[in-house]
């Protein structure tokens, strides 16, 4: 089992950029694909990036692709978030979650195929 915590959100203006970290403790992170969600207000739960258990593959929303950037240390048991050139229609509470099923390279991008969910933390972009 592993325990996720997500940092980093606030209130930003549109073109500025937030980095959101998600810290994980319990079984070996190494262990676990990694992804990132959003949900706005009266929104369902989407996809936003996802990546691999080794660090090698990654994978994106079109809507967020070159803007945003998934990486993680698994020396710190953390996965991150770089979202750049942020838009209002980004505003939204961001969601880490580990896949502890998928093999070494894989990047999975469904909803049902994480296991554990953070709380989440609130990104909102002004324009």
């Known amino acids: 089992q592993v325990h996720l915590v997500e940092s980093g959100g606030g209130l930003v203006q549109a073109g500025g950029s937030l980095r959101l970290s998600c810290a994980a403790s319990?079984?070996?992170?190494?262990?676990?694909?990694m992804g990132w969600f959003r949900q706005a207000p009266g929104k369902e739960r989407e996809f936003v990036a996802a990546?691999?258990?080794?660090?090698?593959?990654?994978y994106y929303a079109d809507s967020v692709k070159g803007r945003f950037t998934i990486s993680r240390d698994n020396a710190k048991n953390t996965v991150y978030l770089q979202m750049n050139s942020l838009k209002p229609e980004d505003t939204a509470i961001y969601y880490c979650?580990?896949?502890?099923?998928?093999?070494?390279?894989?990047?999975?991008?469904?909803?049902?195929?994480?296991?554990?969910w953070g709380q989440g933390t609130q990104a909102t972009v002004s324009s």
């Open positions: 979650a580990a896949d502890s099923q998928s093999s070494l390279y894989v990047t999975p991008s469904s909803y049902g195929a994480y296991d554990y």
């Open positions: 319990g079984r070996a992170f190494g262990a676990y694909a």
């Open positions: 990546i691999s258990r080794n660090g090698v593959n990654t």
